[in-house]
């Protein structure tokens, strides 16, 4: 079982966190100060550590900056409610592997926990899973069971772009650029089109919401994988 240490002062946050990964069939502990975190990261051998940059003691960066010092190089994604660039820039360069800004989706922080663990296991960044469905990039097709599922071109590069940006909203005009180009005039209801022949395919039928591909009113598409 994937373990992960939540490292979180609020303790409301730290409880809802747990009790959702949990659901994830995720093996999850919680310490509340920064000051033990090094000692309980080394001694306890976690798959992933999620970071909460204001700590009472040593703080987010401290923890980071000692445990790459110490040579240890379990996954972190760092926890923060500050919007500066320059302090995310900060923990990336001491050695976070990601960040996730508060307030954010269970959705979003799922889908990056799982895009981090991927990555640290060498998995190939080329084949997404969700469900009962893989993406094949190099194969350029999508299965469902192992069983290929037809799509056209575009569904499979909108499919891509998806799978590679779970839990964020792509606004109309970024799915544009991702998929014609910038130099290409097509119009949004376009992509409203083939989103809607796309959800056709891989949406659970009968349902009434959309599970996958969510519209964002106003903004765009999130894919919730």
């Not at 094949?136 to 290929?148: Q, V």
């Not at 891509?160 to 119009?187: E, K, N, Y």
């Amino acid at each position: 079982m994937t373990r992960i240490l939540i490292i979180e002062d609020e303790e409301n946050i730290a409880l809802a966190l747990k009790e959702d990964l949990e659901l994830e069939e995720y093996e999850i502990d919680v310490l509340t100060s920064g000051d033990e975190a090094c000692q309980k990261v080394q001694a306890d051998d976690y798959d992933l550590v999620l970071l909460d940059l204001i700590l009472p003691g040593k703080d987010g960066y401290d923890v980071c900056r000692e445990l790459r010092r110490s040579g240890d190089r379990t996954p972190i994604i760092m926890l923060t409610a500050r919007t500066q660039e320059a302090e995310k820039v900060l923990g990336l360069d001491l050695g976070a592997d990601d960040y996730i800004t508060k307030p954010f989706s269970p959705m979003e922080l799922r889908a990056r926990i799982r895009a981090v663990l991927r990555r640290s296991k060498g998995l190939s960044t080329n084949s997404y899973a969700f469900d009962e469905f893989e993406v094949d990039i190099d194969r350029f097709e999508l299965r469902k069971d192992s069983a290929p599922i037809k799509l056209t071109p575009i569904e499979m590069k909108l499919l891509i772009a998806f799978v590679r940006h779970p839990g964020q909203v792509l606004a109309r005009d970024t799915i544009l650029d991702l998929i014609w180009g910038s130099d290409v005039f097509i119009t949004d209801r376009v992509v409203d089109t083939h989103i809607s022949n796309l959800r056709k395919k891989i949406e659970p039928e009968g349902s009434e919401e959309p599970k996958y591909i969510i519209n964002v009113r106003g903004m765009g598409y999130r894919f919730d994988g």
